[in-house]
């Protein structure tokens, strides 16, 4: 997704300063696991964070194979890869589109939400905190436990209606 396709509508409030290191935070979420904290999973998680925004696994493997082009590693390591930092809290699913998942990094990042227009595939990022009263109210009136959610309004945008 280029940056002349992403719009915000109402800010997002902002990045919080000082976030965790996300390296660091996957080091310790593999201590915890018992699994091993490899090179290959480090520089994955370093290309997520240098750029803000939505991707896929398609683009990440080729940004990382564009800026690495002596580094063998293979898309499969990435698949693999995600679920772990999905779990270690360093990343969110965020949207589908035409069956292909789209992720975002989460640390520095407050919650908010998608607005994805279906003729032209621009993203638009709002936040609305009543949207959050009122699925809070819900969950606790259904005594619910939420996890995760996923908030994406289809349409089409101004320019493609």
């Not at 990382?64 to 699913?93: D, M, Q, T, V, W």
């Not at 990042?109 to 998608?114: A, G, I, L, N, R």
């Amino acid at each position: 997704m280029n940056p002349a396709q992403r719009q915000k509508i109402k800010e997002r409030p902002p990045e919080k300063p000082g976030s965790p290191d996300p390296k660091e935070m996957f080091r310790q979420y593999c201590k915890k696991e018992a699994m091993r904290y490899t090179p290959e999973r480090g520089l994955i998680i370093d290309e997520i964070y240098r750029r803000d925004g939505h991707f896929d696994v398609d683009g990440l493997f080729s940004r990382i194979r564009n800026r690495h082009p002596k580094i063998r590693l293979a898309k499969c390591s990435i698949y693999r890869s995600l679920p772990h930092f999905i779990k270690a809290g360093l990343l969110r699913e965020s949207l589908t589109r035409e069956g292909v998942v789209c992720y975002e990094h989460t640390l520095g990042h407050e919650h908010h939400d998608h607005m994805r227009c279906i003729g032209c595939g621009k993203i638009i990022e709002f936040y609305e905190p009543d949207i959050d009263v009122v699925r809070q109210r819900f969950c606790k009136e259904s005594k619910f436990k939420m996890v995760q959610h996923t908030h994406v309004i289809e349409g089409y945008c101004s320019q493609c209606q």
